[in-house]
C-alpha cells in the first residue's frame, strides 16, 4: 500500500510539473527577488545595492503617504466591489427572462469588458473635461453646477470608480446569468406554491443558490480592484493631492518615478500581504455564509 501510495505521488508530482516552471520562474523567483529587493536600498541604476535590513518597512510605517494610500486603496475596493456585484446581479435579473433584442442588450452591457482600459479611460477623460465634456453637460441640462471630476480631490475618486464600475458590471451579468439559469426550476416553484412572492423567492432561494457565484466574484473583484492602475494611470496619474492614489500607484511612483527600489519593494510586500489576508478573511466567511448545493 506505501509502494502503491508513493507511486501515485510521483505520478501527481510529474502531471503538475509543466505547470509549476513557468509558475516557479515567473512567480516565486520574482516574489523571492522583490523581498530581498525590500531589504535595499537601491536607485535601479548604480551596480551596488546597500543592505539596510528592515529601514525600509520601518520608513514605510512612519509615512504619511503609505497610509493615505492604504485608506484610498480600502475606499477604492469598497466603492468597486459592492456596486459591481450588486449591478451585475440587477443586470443578470433584468435579462434572464425572455425579452425581445434580450441578446442584444447582454452583449451592449458586456462590451466595457472587453474594450481595453487605456481607450475606455481616455474616453472617460473627455467625458470628465470640466467645460465642454458630456457629464457636466447633463448636470447643467438638469440645472446644476458643473463638477471638476477629476480636479477636485473630493470627486476624483469617485470619477474613477465610475469608470471601474462601468466597465466590470458587464462580466459579473455573464457569470450571475449562468448561476441563475442553473438554479433548478421546481424549487421556484415549490416556494411560489407556498406563496413566496417575488421579493421572498428571491432573498429565500436564488440568493443562497447562487451565493457561490457571489462569493467568487468578490475575491476576484477585490483582487481586482487592490491591483487597478490603468483608469489611475490615464485619468488622474494618482492625484489631485494623492486623492486616487492606491498602494500599486504608489509602488509605481516610488520605483519608476523617485527611483526608490527598497521602498518599493517594501510597498508590494505590503499589497501581496493584504491581498492575501483578504482572501483568507473571505475563505473564512464564504465557508459560513456561502451555500453549496
Sequence with gaps: MNRFRLGGELKALLFTLPAMVPLT???????????????????????????????????????????????VTALFCLGSVVPVIVIGLSLALL?????????FYRLLM?????????????VWSWI?????????????????????????????????????????????MIFYLVALRNIPSDLLEAAQLDGAGGLRKLVSVTLPLISPTTFFLIIVQLIQAMQAYDQ?????????????????????QSAFDAFR??????VAIALIVGCVLLSLVSFVVGRRTVHYS
Design 25 to 71: 520562474l515567473f512567480w516565486f523567483v520574482p516574489l523571492g527577488y522583490v523581498v530581498y529587493l525590500s531589504f535595499m536600498e537601491w536607485d535601479f541604476m548604480s551596480p551596488d545595492k546597500l543592505f539596510v535590513g528592515l529601514d525600509n518597512y520601518r520608513n514605510l510605517l512612519v509615512d504619511p503617504a503609505f497610509y493615505q494610500a492604504l485608506r
Design 261 to 266: 527600489i527598497g521602498e518599493a519593494s517594501s
Design 110 to 122: 458586456f462590451s466595457p469588458w472587453v474594450t481595453p482600459t487605456v481607450a475606455v479611460s481616455i
Design 232 to 252: 489611475i494611470n490615464v485619468l488622474t496619474q494618482g492625484g489631485p493631492a494623492g486623492s486616487t492614489r492606491t498602494l500599486l500607484y504608489l509602488y509605481y
Design 95 to 103: 435579462f434572464n427572462g425572455r425579452m425581445r433584442a434580450g441578446a
Design 128 to 172: 470628465y473635461e470640466p467645460e465642454v465634456g458630456l457629464a457636466n453637460s447633463v448636470l447643467r441640462g438638469v440645472g446644476l453646477d458643473g463638477i471638476r471630476w477629476l480636479q477636485d480631490p473630493q470627486w476624483a475618486l469617485v470619477g474613477v470608480l465610475i469608470v471601474t464600475v462601468w466597465k466590470s458590471a458587464g462580466w459579473c
